[in-house]
Structures are given as C-alpha cells and as structure tokens.
C-alpha cells in the first residue's frame, strides 16, 4: 500500500470553534476540503503509531468521512482505529471509549443538534486522550495548519465494511469495529443504582411513566438499551428512536422548541417523567407532564442529591462547576456542601482540566448540557438516569407520597432560593450588527457610562440599577491558560445578571445569545418562588434589550428561540 501524496490548496475558513468545524455538508463535499481539515488535524498532535477512535451522531456524509479518515489516518501512520458500528458512537459513548481502551485520541463526526441531511449541517471535531475536546493551544494549531497546507497523505486500501463488529484491516493499519453501546451501558451501570430504580419504575408503571425521545439521534439505540431492555421498561416508553441520516427532518435539539414531539406525548399521555436528547447524545432535557427543568437548575439538584448516586457516594463530590453564562444556582449549592467550585467559559473543554487534576465532579452548562468526571464530555443519558436515580431514591424516603420533578423542584428552590433563568438566541444575523452590538456594549464599559443608571421596565414597572460591566476572561487554574473575551456581563444591584455572548458553532452568519438571570432569596415565600420564567423575568428582559440597543443592532423583533 503505497503512500500516494495529493497537492491541494488551503480552504478558508477551517477554524474549529466552540466544538469542532461545523459547516454545510456540501462545504465539506468540495473537494480536498475534508481532507485538508484531516491532515491538519494530524499534523497537529503526533498519531504515529497511536490508536484513534472515530464515530459520531452518524449523520448525513459520515459514512463518507470515516473511509477518508481511514486512508489519510493510515498514510500518517495510525497503527490502529476503534470505530464504533456503522460509524457510530454517542459524543460521551465516544469519550469513554478512548479514555477505556486509553486510545491516544478520537474523530468525532457531528454538528451535534444542528439539523443533518444535504443540505444541512456537518462537523468534525478532535478529543484528546483525556476523552474531552482539543484544547484550544491544539485547535489553533490545526487552524493554522490549514492556512498553509499544501498536500496531504493518503493510502488506497478497499473501504472496511463498517456494518461488521470485529477486527480488520487498512493498509498497514489494524481497524476494530466495536458494538456502539456496550461498553457505555457497562459504564452507567457502574455510576448509577440501576436495582433502586428498576424497583422504583417497575412499583409504578400506571402513576409513573416514562417517555424518552431520541429525535431521530444518535441515543436511541443507547436509550432502548438502558431504558427498556435494562431497567424493563415497556418499549412505549422510547419513541423516535431510530437513528437516520437526517434526524427525520428535525431538529435534534432537546428543548421545549424543537423538542416539540415529546413535550406533546409528554402532555398528552400525562407522562411524569419525560426526557430528550439532541443528535449527538451529549445534551438532555427534563420534561414531564406540568413540569420542566432548566438545566441550571438541573446540574445543581444533581449537585444536591449526589450522595444517593453510587459514584458519588464511593469516590465523593470534589468541587462543582459551571459555565458563565448558566445560572449560579449550583453556587448555592457548593456554599453550602463546603464544595470548591468554578466559573469557566462557555464549552465543555474547559472543564477538562479541573476534572484531571481532581478538583472537579459535577458540572454544567445553561444549554442543556450537564456532567461529571466518569467522561470528559458532556453526557444525556446520564443526566437523564442520574434524575432517576435520585427519582427513585426520594420515593425510597417517602413511601406513602410520590414524589414527582416538581416536588424536587419547590424542595430546591424552598432551600436555596431560585434563579429565574431564560436564553434568548438570535440566529443568524448579520454579522456587522453583531460586532455593532458588542462595541456599543464594550463602549459602555470603556467610558462607565451605564454603571449606576436605573431602568425601569415599562409593562411591570421594576426597577434595575446597573452595578457593572466586564467582559469574561477565564485563567485556567491548572494550565494557567487565558481566555478572554468570553462574553460582556452585566451586573445589577439586585443581583440580577444579562450577560451577551456570540455562539461559537453556528456554521453560517452570526447567532448572539443573551443571557438573563435573577434571583429570588428562599424568604421571599412559596409564591415567588414557584412562579412562571417568563413572568418572572419580564421586566429585566425588556431592560436587557433596552440597554443593548439589540433591536437597532440586528433588527430583530424576536429571538429565534428563547429557552
Ligand atoms: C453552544 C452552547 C454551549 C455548548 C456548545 C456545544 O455553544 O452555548 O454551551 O457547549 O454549543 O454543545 P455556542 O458557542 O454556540 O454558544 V453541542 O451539544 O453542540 O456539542
Ligand atoms: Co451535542
């Protein structure tokens, strides 16, 4: 198998962001265009003789992409690939299997909960050994490889059949297709008390259903593994559940939006406990009849009642964290355990280090992402098993009275106090608005001109006083690498927190997101604190987008989705 070297040009563009290169299927389709980014991603960390593991959400062109991984991965002298069937492996299935078999990295091919299909979206994105994404010193790496790149390696072997579990070969290199879910399943059932729950679910099939939607993802295989052929489920309790190239034409976004299947079965079939995942199985929502949970508040109950979780009750909780933007209910919560915890910038490689290191057990983003250190990534289902665990573990304390989401959520709230919280997303807007809105709000700050200034909403008459203005810069405490520009926060005298961010995985035009947080202290009673998030976030948010300017800027009468 000879090495055949091909000449190409650079592309434009190949910056990996918040979590790889994501772009339309047909960028990627043009020729040379996924090669280069491959290359360049071996020329970045030094696979000679490593073992690599691809898989992904198994979305439109992945098939394709694997086999151009193979022959440039092989001509670059991988020794051996893991490759989960059929190409897939869920983004945290994925980080556990190279931290498992102790692969030097992986390839992950998706664009997470982007839509999939021709004409939509694609990505690649590279894990490092620890099983979390490339840091951002090797992603600038890559980037700056493919500026410059003007060839790259490839070998002609006939393409591995990848519908066959078992070993092969590519060229010089050995290639093991895995069972996509196995080792993931053997890894839930390490962390979580699956007996407690198969009881606690079994003992109420009629007044506790579960319903969970795999949007056409990835999870689905994972889902009816766990859910019903492990915990006996009643395979009604899985819908969508067939992994397609193109999420059915959906949205693999689990949230109250584009989640839009579940929350109508959830309704209608008056499910207690219902639960979606987005195409890549790393992010969840908790939905059930009358009942939603924001996934800040989501990390922190995990957070609160972690002793019930095997793993956490074995190893112990060591420090507690949270992306900027995402509420700061799971502060609370580390205040009062005597827990370290940490603010670190939006993306799930941030908290890879501080895991290492030991310092870190459970932690969270606002877009439904929410984890812990058994992986390096971000991981739906475990979400979704850890709430019934701790389900089933409250139901245990209190056998003569269900104990439903709800319950958990006034307990939460009554205890710590609530943080009202909402996202509002402007996907894409041009992007001079965009850089507008931010230089107003930089302008802002350079010159003190908002700080001190009351607002004062106009339909529910509340009052903000600004108390400051900075812009996010995060120093890693391991690595002590500096990340600045992480978003413009604004603080209020109450507490109360906007805070506007530019996405970093659109793969077209600009998205702004802006950020709205209050809080409500546990003695401002049971009315204050179980009220709708709307409502209770009305006047600041009309005060936000007073002060941004963000109609003038991206005019935009309304977000593309509030969550
Ligand atoms: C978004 C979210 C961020 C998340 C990232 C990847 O990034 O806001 O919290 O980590 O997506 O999630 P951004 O830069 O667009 O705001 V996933 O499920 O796409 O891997
Ligand atoms: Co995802």
Wanted: aromatic content about 10%.
């Amino acid at each position: 198998f000879p090495v055949k070297e091909i000449q190409t040009n650079p592309f434009e563009g190949q910056k990996p962001g918040t979590s790889g290169l994501r772009k339309r299927v047909k960028v990627f389709q043009q020729q040379h265009y996924t090669e280069n980014f491959i290359q360049a991603i071996l020329d970045s960390v030094d696979a000679k003789g490593a073992t690599l593991v691809i898989g992904g959400d198994g979305r439109y062109f992945s098939p394709e992409a694997v086999q151009t991984i193979l022959k440039i991965g092989s001509a670059n002298g991988v020794a051996k690939f893991i490759i989960g069937k059929d190409g897939i492996l869920s983004t945290p299935a994925a980080s556990n299997v190279i931290r498992k078999y102790k692969a030097y990295g992986g390839i992950l091919l998706t664009a997470s909960h982007n839509p999939g299909g021709p004409d939509n979206d694609f990505g690649i994105k590279y894990n490092v050994s620890n099983g979390g994404p490339a840091p951002e010193n090797v992603t600038n790496k890559m980037y700056e490889k493919t500026k410059t790149i003007t060839s790259y390696k490839i070998i002609e072997a006939p393409p591995v059949d990848l519908s066959k579990i078992g070993e092969a070969s590519y060229g010089p290199s050995k290639v093991s297709i895995i069972d996509s879910v196995a080792d993931y399943l053997i890894l839930l059932q390490e962390i979580f008390d699956f007996p407690l729950i198969k009881s606690f679910l079994n003992s109420h099939t009629d007044d506790y259903k579960v319903l969970f939607d795999g949007l056409h993802g990835v999870t689905g295989p994972y889902a009816s593994k766990i859910l019903v052929d492990t915990l006996g489920l009643p395979s009604s309790s899985v819908q969508n559940c067939v992994p397609l190239p193109d999420f059915g034409g959906g949205h693999p976004d689990p949230n109250l939006t584009y989640a839009h299947s579940l929350v109508e079965a959830v309704e209608k079939n008056n499910i207690a406990f219902g639960a979606a995942s987005d195409g890549d199985g790393d992010r969840n929502m908790i939905y059930g009849k009358g009942a939603f949970v924001t996934p800040s508040d989501s990390v922190a109950i995990i957070a609160h009642w972690a002793h019930v979780i095997p793993y956490f009750k074995k190893g112990g909780v060591k420090g507690l964290a949270r992306s900027m933007p995402t509420s700061k209910a799971i502060d609370l919560v580390a205040q009062k355990k005597g827990l370290e915890y940490f603010e670190v910038p939006t993306g799930w490689k941030f908290f890879g280090n501080l895991m290492d290191a030991g310092r870190l057990s459970i932690c969270g983003e606002e877009s439904f992402g929410t984890g812990s250190d058994h992986i390096r990534e971000k991981d739906g289902l475990w979400a979704i098993i850890a709430w019934l665990n701790i389900i089933a573990a409250a139901n245990a304390e209190s056998p003569n009275k269900l104990v439903g989401i709800n319950d958990l959520l006034t307990a939460h709230y009554k205890t710590y106090g609530r943080s009202y919280f909402s996202r509002y997303d402007y996907e894409e807007v041009p992007s001079e608005g965009a850089n507008d809105l931010v230089a107003h709000i930089n302008d802002a700050l350079k010159n003190n001109s908002l700080t001190n200034t009351t607002h004062t909403s106009s339909s529910t008459g509340g009052k903000f006083t600004i108390s400051g203005i900075y812009n996010f810069e995060y120093k890693d405490p391991i690595d002590h690498s500096v990340s600045s520009n992480q978003g413009q926060v604004i603080t209020f005298s109450d507490g109360s927190r906007v805070v506007f961010r530019l996405s970093g995985t659109g793969s077209q035009g600009a998205t702004v997101r802006m950020y709205v947080e209050r809080y409500v202290a546990p003695e401002a009673g049971a009315s204050e604190l179980n009220g709708d998030t709307a409502e209770g976030l009305k006047g600041l948010i009309e005060v936000a987008l007073e002060i941004s300017k963000l109609k003038h800027f991206l005019g935009r009468d309304k977000p593309t989705v509030i969550t």
